[in-house]
């Protein structure tokens, strides 16, 4: 039987992504006391106990949060007023793990104004933000996540958002696979009352295409982290700030006139050497890819090899999704004061294991800033100890978030409602006129206004004046 | 029975796109003859008579051009070099009908180099470069071709090309369609040998899907239109530079603080806004598509709808791909001297029949520039008359070319040596790894190095060492 | 008799800047006991006493601190390299003013290399990195400062510095003009030994030329405030990247798409405005000086008046060292969400006290950030409090301040070695050699290499191959 | 004496630059006849025959270039209204040497509607425009000048212009020096009555500031080509499309992903790298002066000495002013199909005489393309023989001629208006607020809109309202 374990203890322990979101750093949770909240008997003020979270009375700090958010996630709320008519999720029983964020409360709010009931727990041990859970649960949510759960704990949650008496979950909205793999593991006769899965993870994509390969998938899946619009903003445009942003808040370094290699020039490359390149960095390029690699020519880039230029930079960046782009032989041979990072998918890119041998001190100089110094003398920057440096040591926006969550809301809404046969035991994308559509949610943010096709035109065209406008294959 | 006239009549008349090729300009058919090369007996230094152009004795200065352009289309020249061990076109008998330039002739020859026999028309009657053409008769090409045909003679090439005793071509390559259109109504029993079409043309490739669709098509066709690297060249990167040459050429504008609205953001509008932006012009974008419209907004365009701003931008360019995107109600509220011209597909962008009435003036100022005069005096500067703005006032960079007549080659040598059953009858993209390897040959000219993934990186991806690197859907 | 205290109050008390250090957050002082530095009785390990700081005993933590930011300062390490052989500042007493910082640890270890003694205080009561002032104290420098002083303490401080029985400085190192302010009021003959000073700060150069108009200034003083070098780094090229960093590190914005209004395209303006249009926003300019202005629209930014923008913008940012110029009535007329901030000289730019009504909330939501509520509950994003936001909520890299000292140094050594006369009682630029000279010490941090001039060109050019190579106007 | 011939000769023999001007192709003069127009009697439609020109009969032709002229030069417009109430030149007997071309005329009539008399020849004995001069002698001016006047022609044309019985000038418009030298040399009493010199050319100004030092300069002279926005037009603006356009039209070269390699960062280079960087070339910089060195490094160009790249790169551009820049070992050392251009000051910056040796073969591939052909095969691409790119092979746009026109007049009506002793016999910049008012005449074209200074804010900067807005030397 196949086994989800090694990919999810990565995936649980190490991704404290949403720890640094916006509004995050201004409550602490100090003055909790230290019990678990499993042993904790909390209702909230309507008497409802169906819930485990750290401490029902931070709802309103809480609900503040949540209303900040939705200031930020329009389309989201657009969605809610579009269904005060009609309840397109109308009896459907949405099972979540996800990030417990204000970000993800506008979506369980919205789902719950389009007609569905949710339970929810968390996808990441310390990424609850507790305060949020609290205002969930004083909603009326049933809510199984705090900040610093122990891995029991966390499967504990999962199995009491799925496991009750007289409720059976009929979608899955999920970010790694954890609580799919749960059902399957535990529960394998649930997937009979299943519409689909929604999937928002490279990792649980991943795992639900092998699914699907060994003919082990039982309902249809849409592999949400794959929409253009998504993959623009948390790739492109989203690195082509956090790379700065990255590298400021941990060193301060000035950007003009730094030579810097950027491994690989997929979206994430894309995005660091634009903004490196605005800032006036030198910029070199690595790829193994030659479509990309001429991309990077043509958009201005020395397209290298590492060693002919390790000598001389002054940062490394890594975007690869590849392991052992950096390995020890480059880190030798980096000079004094080289900053390291990773923009990519894992931490595998920097062998950082190769830095922990007794001839290098390290030295924690700040939080997520580590100097490696060799025996000469010579330091090394290395930052998040190799881990994402997007999520590690700056923000995502929220408006990036909003798409994320649109698309989510708009996939659940697809699979629940499609007739009969439409999807097989399959990974589906999201339909282009789908993505079209949580693009148009949010022109409004900036005040764009989209041009209609007339008739004749559209004619002309071969195309439904509504969209979709581009084949799917269109980035 | 269904026509292409409507289609090919466009095509073979309005596009004399490399007439203003590079080198173009330095020779002149002015002592030549007006006698019709139908009419001319012509032999060439061997005694060989299979062919007709312009007039045999330029072929010394044919074959300079040819040797220039040879130096800019090293990928081409890496093909001959590694065919000298093998011959992967032996047997080959290709037909083709394209533009006949220095850079076809480049082609052509490397296809013989490969092993192909060639016979050859020109697919518009204003493009060919006689000097050319008597090169390649003289090298023993049997070449259909001059420049200023007339329509009747092209057919008549283009059935000198087909109708041969004792000749049958069995590989098609085609850049409009017009060659697989006369085969299809004239020798309908000639697809029996024909392994496969190779098409160039967005035309073209609209006709044979049109064909698959209906269930016509009788062989396998390869879309080398829509392949990666083509497409990145010819539109984003090309047009980057050709709006700037274009516009410079023909009005002497100062790009600087003008502003500009450029109408769609596909590839062809990306290009066009990116340069301009980066010299100092105020762009406006409009879109029909929410999700190229949410990309505007994010790379720093304000997205309008045209009737926002037609009254104060000092240009107006189209890259839509629709028609009758400006129209006259637009025209007739734009300022005094405002530019006018398309940068897009065809020339129905911009509604200039309705600029044909009798109230307004139109004044030629210069090749390819009108002032059109309303009675108050304003003046609008239209360019090409609506034609493409690139092919009719720029020039096409040989690396361009370059890109794809390698993409050409390699799927003639794709579909001619395919196991059968492996192209069905129907169109096909260039394969992904056919599309990396065009690029792979074009990195040395930049003195680009690309690096190889190591056995245990290239397992983890789940890659093959030599690629394909990427899904068939990544741009 | 002329008073400096309205002036250098608003200095001292306002410009908490350099608390914002790299390294400073990674030490604390909370161990510290509140006895007052006056009251205590150190010697360091050598018995000197001659200093008042807080607490000798973290002299090494701040030897470290020196220790990396002499990594950063080549061009102060390459000074004292060539100061071996000669000691231009032999006999040299000089008494400064300036933050006590670990960049400034290196100027004053510079200085005292190349031959001369220092006496030093502060000119911030906020800004005293304590165990910086320790490892001076512990190196046998007389520093007299801390973090927290009382006004009080401050002019103690200076007094301390140079009220010395048997000590006469004979140079004068400020920031800000208050040391030289106390020289005049307290010890004006003590001019009489005195060869020059040498200011740093906008506001201590302005009162130089007032004093200088007014036929007060009794000593040359050199303006290191306007080097051409020193300039662009201050303000174009720093503010490039600390307008983004400010941002970010206050409001997590994402910047693509986002439309932002800049107030003033001077050198500030333009670096913040080169910054967001690189980052994907639409940037309009406000300007008064048609220069600037002309200089805005050919850079692609539209020229407009704030009131014809006000209303949409999501961003304001003023660069003008003017006053009141976002002023109620555009605050009242932002959209909800609008983020205003100040890039610009001094606090006056934003009329933050108009804001200080009964009907407005303030609500503070994070450090550096207020949220103001109007009646209806619309949120302006105020940062700072209208101070400077790149001193606030920024850092200055370590890159610029090394600009800084070494200009400092090099003004000192010009002034002390001058041959009588060449310098009058007056205010003066440094020497465009010198300037040059700076710039060329920081070219090894980029592996720059400079050509040189060969004889026959120099004469060409009717210039010294050793520079300098610009009139002194050019910038 | 001290003699001006040297200097001269190059100038009038080697700068056609304004042949390509915008319109300038659309004439011809193919049906003139061969006469000299000294030998010709032509009087006007009024009688009138005092000038000598190519044809009267061109008249019409011209007036409508001029009229088109006029649209795009709104500045002088604007001066002509203003002038309708006051007449600043009344009585002012301007004597003029400059291109003669429709801008020029439009200048010239300005003046007139100013209230002054002009006499004018031509400072290049081939850019004269004989349409436009044709249409001035209609418009009664007196107009010397025609296309193609020998040199003795146009020193005969200069003493026309000149040496009339009845009329003494008391105004010199130059742009070159030759007509100064000429009074100065042949009617050196004139100068008591002139009250001043306009000056326009690098070349004529450095003769005026040699005058000066040499105590020989007899009238105040104002050297406009210093202006800020001049300079700024000129050179950073103007060049940064130049460069782009020059290329583009010799040689059709794809910028992207090329290495070009620019000499000089001055304004000028500053240009060029600024418009290559953004078409996504690679671009090195070399420098003498580390302040513009070092401002190449922080807009993110490496800096380098020519040897260490000329092996590689693409593309070679002069920006410097200095001589044998490009010398014949670095010409030695250039890869195959290297273009070598020449963006700087004169014809020296690369040593083309260096080229003209009898192992190289020269080809001339194109009007101002040659290729020098090494024994080896290899071909350098040397554009216009080493003199300036942007004037020989692209245009200069009007707004750029507008900005110097109108500095011209403003300085002629600073100069003629000044109260006794204000200018002495020196050279002077034009005062900033001419410079300022410049500016403010062109923000127009761009629908620019300039705030304007409240009292209180003037008062707080200690600025005039109407400016100046910043010291003299702001650039």
Redo the contacts between chains.
């Keep these: 039987p196949f086994s989800l374990i090694p990919l999810f203890l990565s995936h649980v322990l190490s991704v404290p992504a949403l720890l640094s979101q ?2 995050a ?2 409550y602490t949770d100090s003055s909790d006391d230290e019990t678990s909240p499993r042993d904790k008997q909390q209702k909230n003020s309507k008497g409802n106990g169906d819930f485990c979270i750290k401490n029902i009375k931070q709802a309103d700090f809480g609900r503040r949060e949540i209303e900040i958010a939705e ?2 996630m329009p389309a989201l709320m657009a969605l809610r007023k579009r269904a005060q008519g009609e309840k397109p999720l109308a009896g459907a029983k949405v099972v979540g793990c996800t990030h417990i964020t204000a970000q993800t409360a506008v979506l369980m709010e919205t789902l719950t104004a389009l007609g569905a009931q949710c339970r929810w727990a968390a996808c990441n041990i310390y990424s609850t933000q507790n305060e949020v859970a609290a205002a969930l649960a004083e909603g009326g949510f049933s809510v199984f996540a705090w900040k610093g759960e122990s891995e029991d704990d966390f499967w504990w949650c999962i199995d009491r958002c799925v496991n009750l008496e007289g409720w059976q979950p009929n979608m899955i909205l999920d970010d790694g696979g954890d609580l799919t793999h749960w059902i399957y593991k535990k529960y394998p006769n649930m997937f009979k009352k299943i519409k689909g899965i929604v999937e928002e993870s490279v990792t649980g994509v991943h795992r639900l295409y092998q699914l699907s390969k060994a003919g082990k998938l039982c309902v249809p899946a849409m592999n949400v982290n794959d929409s ?2 998504k993959q ?2 948390d790739n492109l ?2 690195c ?2 956090s790379i ?2 990255g590298l ?2 941990t ?7 730094k ?1 810097v290699v950027v491994c690989g020039y997929g979206e994430v490359g894309k995005g660091c050497c634009a ?1 490196l ?6 910029v070199y390029v ?21 060693n ?1 230029v390790i000598r ?1 930079v002054d940062i490394v960046i890594t975007c690869t ?5 950096v390995v020890r032989e480059y880190l030798d041979r980096m000079k ?2 080289c900053i390291v990072c990773n923009m990519g998918h894992s931490n ?1 890119e920097i062998d950082v294991a190769s830095l922990r041998t007794p001839e290098l001190t390290w030295e924690r ?2 939080s997520q800033v580590d100097h490696v110094i060799w025996p000469d003398g010579k330091r090394i920057v290395l930052l998040a100890e190799g881990r994402l440096l997007n999520l590690s040591c ?2 995502v ?4 978030l909003s798409i994320t969550a649109t698309t989510q809301a708009l996939a659940l809404i697809e699979l629940y409602n499609a007739p009969e046969g439409r999807y097989k035991q399959d990974v589906y994308l999201l339909p282009k006129k789908m ?3 949580v ?2 949610l ?2 409004p ?10 008739d ?2 559209a004619k ?2 071969g195309l439904n004046k509504n ?1 979709p ?2 084949p ?4």
């Design positions: 916006p509004g750093a201004s200031q930020e253009v619009t623009k903003f445009y989203c082509r700030e700065l942003d400021k808040r060193t301060d370094v000035m950007f003009g006139g030579q903004a390149k605005a800032m006036g960095s030198i690595t790829e193994i890819d030659p479509i990309c690699a001429l991309q990077a020519c043509m958009d201005g880039f020395r397209l290298v090899k590492l002919e001389q999704g590849n392991k052992n782009v004094n004061g595998t100089v700040r700056s923000t926006p929220t408006f990036v993505d079209e559509y693009a148009s949010h022109l943010t900036f005040d764009a206004h989209l041009t209609e096709l007339s004749e035109q002309y065209l969209g406008f581009k799917n294959y269109y980035r």
